[in-house]
C-alpha cells in the first residue's frame, strides 16, 4: 500500500470503475460525440448537427438529500437518472436539445460497484433525453465525507436556433395550460419529506401503507424524476408550445410564473389532473396544510406547457403519439393589478 492509499484515496479503485462503466458510457453516444472516455476533456463536434444559428443552453443541477434516502435503503441505480433530469428538463424548458452530459461523484470511499451503479442510472437518463455522456469525475474525499456517503452533480449543454428559443416574452393571454404528470415527488421537497417520515415519524422504508396502493414507501419516495425530452422536443420543432415551465423547487407557485411575463397571470385549476398517492400520504403523515404543499412539491404535475387555443389538440395528439398524457389545466390572462402571476383555484 502506499502513501495516498494510506490516506484514504485508492487510484487503482478508480481504474477498476472506468474499467466499469465503459459500457454504459458508450451506450450513450449520439451524432456528434467526438472519441470517448479518458481524455481530459469531453469533446463534441457541433457541425455535425447543421444548425443555423446556434445558441448553446447549459444547466447544472444535483439530486439534494434525495441521495440521503437511496444511500439508506442502498439503492443507488436510479439516483442517476434524477440527476440527468434535473439538468435535461431545464434546457429543454428554453427549446433546447440536450447534447451531451458530464457527472461529478464525490464520496468518501470509492467502491466501484457502487460508483458503477449510480453512473448506470445516469447513462439510462441520457439515453431516456437522447443525450450523450461524454465525461464525468470521481472525487474521493475520505475527510470530506462519510465511507458511505456521496453527493452526485451533473451538467448539460444543450442547442437551440436562435430565433426559435423559448423566452418569457412569447406566451400571451388566452393560452391554455397543459400539464404533463410527473412520475412521483422528483428531486425537489426531500428535507420536509425525510423530516416527515424519519423524524417526526418512524416510518420504514419497507413499510407499504394502504394510501401508496401497494408500493413501499422506498419505492414511492425513490421513483426517478420523468425525464420529458423525447416526448415534448417535437412539439417544439413544430413550434406548437410558447412556454415551458419545468415544475421544480417550490412547484407550481414558483415555478409557472418563470415562463411568461410579468404582465399576466397564470390560473390553475387543482381538480384538473389525478393525484398521486404520494402527495396524498405525506400530506396526511405529516399533517401538512394544503398551502405548505403547493409551495413544496410538483402535485402531481412535471412539466408545463403554454400553447395558443387552437394548437392545444395537434400538441395533446402529438404527445399522446409519444405515449405521453397531457391535462388542461388552465390558461393564461392578463394580470389584474395587485394580483400574483400565479393563482390555484
Known amino acids: 500500500m502506499n502513501r495516498y492509499q494510506e490516506a484514504g484515496v485508492d487510484v487503482n479503485a478508480g481504474y477498476e470503475l472506468v474499467d466499469r462503466i465503459k459500457n454504459a458510457v458508450a451506450s450513450t453516444k449520439r451524432p456528434g460525440v467526438v472519441g470517448g472516455i479518458g481524455s481530459f476533456g469531453g469533446l463534441f463536434d457541433l457541425g455535425e448537427l447543421h444548425v443555423k444559428h446556434p445558441v448553446l443552453v447549459s ?14 435503503i442502498d439503492k443507488h441505480d436510479t439516483i ?17 436539445e440536450p447534447l451531451f452530459f458530464l457527472d461529478y461523484i464525490a464520496t468518501g470511499h470509492n467502491d466501484p460497484a457502487k460508483m458503477a451503479d449510480i453512473v448506470s442510472g445516469v447513462a439510462a437518463g441520457c439515453r431516456q433525453a437522447g443525450t450523450a455522456l461524454i465525461g464525468g469525475e470521481t472525487a474521493e474525499m475520505p475527510d470530506m465525507y462519510a465511507k458511505e456517503e456521496y453527493d452526485l452533480a451533473g451538467t448539460v449543454a444543450g442547442v437551440v436556433e436562435k430565433d426559435e428559443m423559448l423566452t418569457a416574452a412569447l406566451p400571451e393571454a388566452g393560452d ?14 426531500f428535507s420536509l419529506v425525510r423530516q416527515i417520515l424519519f423524524k417526526d415519524h418512524d416510518v420504514k422504508l419497507t413499510d407499504q401503507p394502504a394510501e401508496l396502493g401497494g408500493q413501499s414507501v422506498g419505492e414511492a419516495i425513490l421513483t426517478p424524476t420523468k425525464i420529458y425530452v423525447q416526448q415534448v422536443l417535437p412539439l417544439v420543432r413544430q413550434k406548437l408550445v410558447r412556454g415551458i415551465s419545468h415544475i421544480t423547487g417550490g412547484g407550481l407557485i414558483e415555478n409557472v410564473p418563470r415562463m411568461f411575463s410579468d404582465n399576466l397571470q397564470a390560473v390553475i ?6 393525484q398521486l398517492p ?19 412539491f410538483n402535485m402531481g404535475i412535471g412539466m408545463v406547457l403554454a400553447v395558443k387555443p387552437d394548437h392545444v389538440a395537434a400538441a395533446q395528439s402529438l404527445l399522446e403519439e409519444q405515449g405521453e398524457k397531457s391535462y388542461r389545466i388552465g390558461h393564461l390572462q392578463e394580470r389584474p393589478a395587485g394580483a400574483t402571476k400565479i393563482e390555484i383555484k
Open 59 to 72: 444547466g447544472t443541477d444535483g439530486v439534494g438529500t434525495k441521495l440521503l434516502v437511496a444511500q439508506k
Open 269 to 274: 385549476d387543482s381538480h384538473s389532473w389525478p
Open 278 to 296: 404520494v402527495f396524498n400520504y405525506l400530506r396526511q403523515v405529516g399533517n401538512l396544510p394544503l398551502n405548505d404543499c403547493w409551495q413544496t
Open 80 to 96: 442517476g437518472i434524477d440527476v440527468v433530469a434535473m439538468c435535461v428538463n431545464d434546457v429543454l424548458a428554453q427549446g433546447a
Open 176 to 189: 391554455v395550460l397543459l400539464g404533463l404528470p410527473a412520475s412521483g415527488i422528483h428531486s425537489n421537497g
